[in-house]
């Protein structure tokens, strides 16, 4: 299993071809997170990714604990935040297991890569203190870019995946809707609703604008009252009794 997690590290690097979402999403949902959340709280994150959130959330939550089944990934993390307090758990989501319960568990895009969402969301959701709050983000396929392709008749189904979505190793694409259904059916009830990053172009016609940092920030801070046309959405949820 390491080896097929580490088939994917090459997605998770500035030559990626949508290096330029990634970094202005994955820079501004942990900011985001922490606008929501004291510092004095306890955080589980499940996955490194590209270590943008993992790496402010170390420095900003009073205990940070991240799970990740790929050395590579690990490897990577810490070559890039030598200094970073993040406590590392190498292991698989669904054999995860700890005495421990947490104010807060961040699920930063990745129910789209594992086998069962169902599975990790109801292990996990055991992990919540009482009032406990859990962040899921996901890739939005119903975006609005992807509207005017589907518009366009670039794009014949916005719900089948992409070259990008396969190269970063996705095995499912969600919509707002979907998206609150799959919770909803873990026994997590959704009591807040973002979008993470509202772009009407592909990343190439973007990148060719060259705009500026608060133009994109711009982007996201709108992005946030508009999760069904948004390039990726961020739901937070509790835990209700099934």
Same mark, same amino acid.
């Given at each position: 299993?390491?080896?097929?997690?580490?088939?994917?590290?090459?997605?998770?690097?500035?030559?990626?071809?949508?290096?330029?979402?990634?970094?202005?999403?994955?820079?501004?949902?942990?900011?985001?997170?922490?606008?929501?959340?004291?510092?004095?709280?306890?955080?589980?994150?499940?996955?490194?990714?590209?270590?943008?959130?993992?790496?402010?959330?170390?420095?900003?939550?009073?205990?940070?604990?991240?799970?990740?089944?790929?050395?590579?990934?690990?490897?990577?993390?810490?070559?890039?935040?030598?200094?970073?307090?993040?406590?590392?758990?190498?292991?698989?989501?669904?054999?995860?297991?700890?005495?421990? &319960?947490?104010? %807060?568990?961040?699920? /930063?895009?990745?129910?789209?890569? @594992?086998?069962?969402? *169902?599975?990790?969301? =109801?292990? #996990? &959701?055991?992990? %919540?203190?009482?009032? /406990?709050?859990?962040?899921?983000? @996901?890739?939005?396929? *119903?975006?609005?870019? =992807?509207? #005017?392709?589907?518009?366009?008749?670039?794009?014949?189904?916005?719900?089948?995946?992409?070259?990008?979505?396969?190269?970063?190793?996705?095995?499912?694409?969600?919509?707002?809707?979907?998206?609150?259904?799959?919770?909803?059916?873990?026994?997590?009830?959704?009591?807040?609703?973002?979008?993470?990053?509202?772009?009407?172009?592909?990343?190439?016609?973007?990148?060719?604008?060259?705009?500026?940092?608060?133009?994109?920030?711009?982007?996201?801070?709108?992005?946030?009252?508009?999760?069904?046309?948004?390039?990726?959405?961020?739901?937070?949820?509790?835990?209700?009794?099934?």
């Amino acid at each position: 299993m390491n080896n097929t997690l580490d088939t994917f590290i090459g997605a998770y690097s500035d030559s990626f071809g949508y290096a330029y979402d990634n970094n202005i999403m994955l820079n501004w949902y942990p900011r985001r997170i922490m606008e929501l959340c004291g510092p004095e709280l306890s955080l589980l994150e499940l996955g490194i990714g590209h270590g943008f959130s993992t790496n402010r959330f170390s420095r900003y939550f009073n205990s940070h604990t991240v799970i990740d089944g790929s050395p590579s990934v690990i490897a990577q993390f810490q070559a890039q935040y030598p200094d970073s307090p993040a406590h590392i758990v190498e292991g698989y989501f669904e054999t995860f297991e700890t005495d421990q &319960r947490f104010d %807060l568990i961040v699920m /930063g895009f990745v129910l789209e890569h @594992v086998e069962d969402p *169902q599975v990790v969301l =109801r292990h #996990f &959701r055991q992990y %919540l203190k009482p009032n /406990g709050r859990c962040f899921v983000l @996901v890739p939005n396929a *119903q975006s609005l870019h =992807r509207r #005017f392709g589907h518009a366009a008749g670039l794009l014949d189904d916005m719900m089948v995946l992409g070259q990008g979505d396969h190269e970063l190793g996705h095995l499912r694409a969600y919509s707002l809707d979907t998206l609150t259904q799959e919770l909803e059916q873990a026994g997590l009830q959704v009591v807040r609703k973002e979008g993470l990053f509202l772009k009407p172009f592909m990343t190439s016609q973007m990148k060719s604008l060259e705009l500026s940092e608060s133009i994109t920030t711009a982007m996201c801070t709108v992005a946030i009252d508009y999760p069904e046309l948004s390039c990726a959405l961020m739901l937070e949820a509790t835990v209700v009794d099934l």
